[in-house]
């Protein structure tokens, strides 16, 4: 929305903030000042604009050129990479388990190095039945991820969610940087390394 001259200066002609605590007491800041421990939102300016309907209404660039050919774009929570690419994360993830289990003295050299990829990355190692399995898992969570964007407690097919909407939030809270299936997958990442 822009820095904090802009986004008082909107404030303020809009009316939502006080112009006087805002010259004298600086009672308002871009993201809200502490009271008691918390930010109070009332005190942030994005807050404040973020309520006005104009705002929460307008249409990204993205979301307009999408709208003009017909599509609709949604916005999914920022740093859940499962949902990447139909399961890429979890392939990535798998073949970054395979590198670790590669000793280090056999991968110390860069020729070393460059042939221990070759043998992790290749058709023996990324299959068909792989990428499908990974590219299930990554769509249980989209669908989970649909019924609460629609809602609904169904998805489009009338089947019920299969990871739980619960899983879904509590991920949400406990990730808040990108990372790698490893991270959050762990135990299915290596049940599918020790089929090999």
């Not at 739980?164 to 990730?175: D, G, I, P, R």
Request: hydrophobic share 30%; charged share 35%; net charge positive.
């Amino acid at each position: 929305m822009g820095g904090q001259k802009g986004l008082k200066q909107i404030c303020i002609e809009r009316g939502l903030v006080s112009l006087e605590k805002t010259l004298v007491d600086k009672y308002y800041s871009k993201d809200g000042k502490k009271v008691g421990g918390e930010v109070d939102l009332n005190t942030s300016y994005k807050h404040l604009l973020g309520q006005c309907k104009d705002f929460r209404e307008e249409q990204s660039q993205l979301e307009k050129i999408a709208d003009s050919y017909g599509y609709e774009v949604w916005f999914t929570p920022k740093y859940h990479c499962e949902f990447a690419g139909e399961g890429i994360e979890y392939m990535w993830g798998y073949m970054k388990l395979l590198y670790r289990r590669i000793p280090k003295k056999d991968k110390n050299k860069k020729e070393n190095f460059i042939a221990s990829v070759k043998r992790i990355v290749n058709r023996e190692t990324v299959t068909a039945v792989r990428i499908r399995r990974f590219s299930r898992r990554a769509r249980r969570y989209i669908r989970a991820y649909y019924v609460k964007h629609m809602g609904k407690d169904e998805d489009v097919e009338g089947e019920r969610a299969e990871i739980s909407l619960k899983l879904v939030e509590e991920m949400v809270k406990k990730f808040k940087t990108h990372r790698c299936a490893l991270d959050f997958a762990y135990k299915f990442v290596k049940q599918e390394a020790e089929r090999c």
